[in-house]
């Protein structure tokens, strides 16, 4: 089995636009993707080891730090026996019911 890392990913500005929608729209909203991923969850629970939101990003350069915004949302960690095996888990994602969202997945490689 190898490890591989997924990255959820959805635009800013989608985000932006969620934000926006009356409480209780996105309440219902998150609520319902919810549901749906603790479906998924359940399904692919041997092979899902990890999963989190990704906070707000500070990016550290020569030049120093500074906040910045970026498209991912959350990550999880799998096993998998091949990469394409590790890409099927996800497809029909709940993740994907956001608009112009995506995620990818790549092998965690260890230095």
């Known amino acids: 089995m190898a490890t ?21 729209e996105r309440k219902k909203g ?11 969850t ?3 629970q041997g092979a899902l080891k990890e999963t989190a939101g990704a906070g707000k990003t500070k990016r550290l350069t ?14 999880s960690m799998v096993e998998a026996e091949s990469h ?7 497809e029909g994602h709940p993740h994907f019911d956001i608009p112009e969202s995506s995620i990818d997945v790549m092998p965690a490689n260890p230095v």
Do not use: C
């Open 4 to 24: 591989f890392i997924a990255l959820y990913r959805t635009p800013a500005s989608v985000l932006d636009t969620w934000m926006q929608m009356p409480e209780d």
């Open 30 to 40: 998150m609520e319902e993707m919810e549901q749906k991923w603790n479906v998924w």
């Open 62 to 75: 020569k030049a120093g730090v500074e906040d910045v915004r970026n498209d991912i949302m959350m990550y």
């Open 84 to 90: 394409e095996a590790a890409v099927k888990l996800f």
């Open 42 to 44: 359940a399904a692919h």
